[in-house]
């Protein structure tokens, strides 16, 4: 029996309760070495003193980065926070697209480097996990539909099910650092709902530990 993949380090209590990801997400692209799935369910935040109340989905953001010039046959997962468009500040949603086209605005959201993200995990590949089409040609060496690979399938089912205890720990994921400045994914937050530049938070911290 193989062992049971794990989420940025969340794994299934119980491997015979595996949630399918269609059950939970629905498919907004999947083409091109790139995936993206939207959570069905509406979350809710409570307000605190830095941020109001919003709602927000979640996002499964699967990348095969062979796909994008990388020499690693490897596809990287990230589980991101979305707040609803109707929370973000102007001048931060003006940033998504030059035309902000509300049909897009998830997809939108994903690729713009904005979102926090509260989990990653990586999987690597092989040449002979590529399968040929059904003809017998294989015209790609990556994986041009993610779902093609019943691993990825595998590790999105997971995210699926641990997400909810994920969910209710999310803090630890968005105190996680993502640059060398010490911005972390709250700094996003804060940028999206009320405009705060995230660089400027990240050197008034530095600022206030130096003194």
């Known amino acids: 029996m193989s062992e049971v993949l794990s989420f940025a380090g969340w ?11 269609k059950e939970k997400f629905d498919e907004e ?12 369910e509406i979350y809710q935040a ?7 109340a919003f709602e927000y989905r979640y996002i499964i953001k699967a990348m095969d980065l062979q796909a994008f010039g990388s020499d690693q046959k490897t596809i990287c997962f990230r589980l991101y926070m979305c707040p609803l468009r109707k929370y973000w500040e102007s001048e931060s949603l003006k940033g998504l697209s030059e035309d902000n086209n509300k049909d897009w605005f998830f997809e939108d959201a994903a690729d713009s480097g904005i979102l926090p993200y509260i989990g990653e995990e990586y999987l690597d590949y092989s040449d002979d996990d590529v399968s040929p089409d059904e003809n017998g040609n294989k015209w790609y060496d990556y994986f041009y539909h993610i779902t ?5 399938n595998e590790m999105l089912n997971i ?7 994920m969910n209710d720990t999310r803090g630890h994921g968005l105190d996680q650092v993502w640059n060398q400045l ?8 804060e940028y999206i709902l009320n405009g705060k530049n995230c660089v400027d938070a990240a050197l008034s911290r530095l600022n206030n530990c130096n003194n």
């Open 148 to 152: 093609d690979w019943s691993k990825a």
């Open 159 to 165: 995210i699926t099910t641990v997400l909810n205890p």
């Open 29 to 40: 692209c999947s083409d091109g070495g790139q995936l993206t799935l939207l959570s069905k």
């Open 11 to 21: 794994r299934p209590g119980n491997p015979d309760q595996i949630i399918p990801w």
């Open 46 to 52: 409570e307000a605190d003193e830095d941020m109001p």
């Open 182 to 189: 010490g911005n972390t994914g709250w700094d996003l937050l």
